[in-house]
């Protein structure tokens, strides 16, 4: 059983990142990795999140990708290599069966594309308390929903998050 569950925030999860961070630059080529960033809602202080730490990784072109797919199975990592969203690639750590229960999701995108917007959204709700608090309304509700529905729990914020990625990009032209 792979349940979703909010829990409130942790602040040994910037911790958890960093070591993670570090753990693959150390097994990934330098040359590959534009930048990391520790995104999602572990990623913003005092939010309440499912607690798995989620990375994103740059990449200037996803088809090198390939080449960080062994040294990230080398430190626990499964690749969902059915995952139908094209312009990312996907990794998680400790997903049942593989583990007692998720800690780290990896997404390795572009950094021309995605990057961008995922630490867009991270930002705003950064600096919007008001903000984050909706959110995290919003996912202990879907939580309770879709307690065993990834999937239903994801799409339940999707609208939401188009919102706030509308004002966000508003916000940050306007400053």
Do not use: C
């Not at 070591?19 to 097994?27: D, L, N, P, Q, S």
């Not at 312009?87 to 990896?106: A, C, L, Q, S, W």
């Not at 509700?141 to 729990?153: Q, T």
């Amino acid at each position: 059983m792979d349940e979703i569950e909010i829990v409130d925030y942790n602040p040994n999860w910037a911790n958890m990142f960093e070591r993670e961070a570090e753990a693959i630059r150390g097994v990934v080529k330098k040359d590959l990795i534009v930048e990391i960033q520790h995104i999602g809602s572990t990623a913003v202080p005092g939010l309440a999140a499912k607690p798995v730490i989620d990375i994103m990784i740059g990449l200037r072109d996803l088809l090198d990708g390939k080449k960080i797919i062994q040294p990230l199975k080398e430190l626990g990592y499964v690749y969902w290599a059915d995952n139908p969203d094209d312009k990312k690639m996907f990794f998680v750590k400790e997903m049942p069966p593989y583990g007692e229960k998720r800690t780290h999701h990896v997404h390795v995108v572009e950094i021309n594309g995605e990057f961008w917007q995922r630490r867009l959204f991270r930002d705003y709700l950064r600096i919007n308390p008001q903000e984050a608090s909706r959110y995290e309304k919003l996912k202990r509700e879907l939580a309770v929903r879709f307690r065993d529905d990834r999937e239903a729990y994801t799409e339940g914020k999707s609208d939401y998050v188009a919102e706030v990625m509308e004002k966000a990009r508003r916000e940050f032209q306007n400053n």
